[in-house]
């Protein structure tokens, strides 16, 4: 799997943007970049995933250079409930097993 | 949206006794499930995946023989750990995907934290 290089950790203020980056400068034509966070002893959950174009959702939204090497999470208006470990994830589009390979992601703290 | 359901969140169990953890798929279809095991402060790890109907694969240093998985059926897979140790105890999590291949993000159960005393 092809690997991502994201911050240990970063600090944001409570209704304030907040941009997660990624750096993926392997990533393959097939790869998909996902995202997911992780609340302290829950499960993933799944926040975006995009290919090449920017994509926005309820959540957030996904900025991807365009020569794919690096992407941006976007959280338009942190709240404390966004506190979490964002993680960025290439999947592979190919073969029959789509598994994801988490990395260590980056701790989002935000401040009141 | 998906959900998929994890029991239990959590269990304590003697060291040596065997321990199952169910992952369910509960408005989807999922040929395929994933399980991690996440240790405290540390980053998800995949250990096996699961598929339907088949044996599992299992990711390099996972003991299959240890950690057993069975996935009879479309919605239900289950992880046994075997003769648990206390460096077994761990946060598991399964996972599987609803959409089409390569398409479409993936759900996680909400984990099953495992103590071995």
């Known amino acids: 799997d092809a690997k991502t290089t994201q911050p240990n950790s970063m600090e944001s203020n409570e209704e304030e943007p907040v941009h997660l980056p990624c750096n993926h400068s392997?990533?393959?034509?097939?790869?998909?970049i996902h995202w997911y966070r992780q609340l302290p002893s829950q499960g993933p959950e799944y926040v975006i995933h995009g290919l090449t174009s920017n994509v926005n959702n309820r959540m957030a939204s996904l900025a991807i250079a365009e020569d794919r090497k690096s992407s941006t999470l976007i959280l338009h208006r942190a709240t404390l409930r966004d506190a979490a470990v964002y993680y960025c994830?290439?999947?592979?589009?190919?073969?029959?097993?789509?598994?994801?390979?988490f990395g260590k992601g980056t701790l989002l703290t935000v401040n009141p | 949206g998906a959900v998929v359901s994890q029991h239990p969140s959590w269990v304590i169990c003697k060291s040596g006794t065997s321990v199952k953890i169910e992952c369910r798929s509960l408005?989807?279809?999922?040929?395929?499930m994933f399980w991690y095991r996440q240790f405290p402060k540390q980053s998800l790890m995949l250990m096996a995946t699961?598929?339907?109907?088949?044996?599992?694969?299992?990711e390099q240093g996972v003991e299959k023989d240890k950690f057993l998985i069975n996935h009879a059926s479309l919605t239900l897979s289950t992880l046994t750990v075997t003769s648990a140790h206390p460096e077994d105890s761990s946060f598991y999590i399964c996972s599987a995907r609803d959409g089409p291949r390569g398409v479409g993000g993936y759900t996680f159960g909400s984990g099953t934290r495992l103590t071995v005393v």
């Open positions: 699961s598929n339907e109907g088949s044996k599992a694969t299992y």
């Open positions: 994830i290439l999947r592979y589009s190919g073969g029959s097993n789509y598994k994801l390979t």
């Open positions: 408005d989807f279809q999922a040929t395929t």
């Open positions: 392997t990533i393959s034509g097939t790869d998909y």
